[in-house]
C-alpha cells in the first residue's frame, strides 16, 4: 500500500512540474504559433530540462 502512495505523490509533483512549465512558456511566447508550442512544451518539459542541461556542460 505505500508503494501507491509514493507513486501518487509522484504524480503531482510531475503534475505540478507540467503547471508551472505552462506558465512559464505561455508567458515568454508572443503569437499564436508560440503558444501552441508553448503548450507542447509544458507537456515535454523534463525533456527541454535535460537537453539544456547537457547543452551548459559541454
Avoid: K, T
Avoid at 4 to 24: F, K, M, Q, T
Amino acid at each position: 500500500m505505500a508503494d501507491n502512495a509514493a507513486g501518487a505523490g509522484g504524480g503531482a509533483i510531475y503534475a505540478l512540474g507540467i503547471l508551472g512549465a505552462w506558465v512559464h512558456f505561455w508567458r515568454i511566447a508572443d503569437g499564436f504559433w508560440e503558444h501552441a508550442y508553448a503548450v507542447l512544451q509544458g507537456l515535454l518539459w523534463p525533456a527541454y530540462m535535460v537537453y539544456e542541461a547537457f547543452g551548459a556542460l559541454g
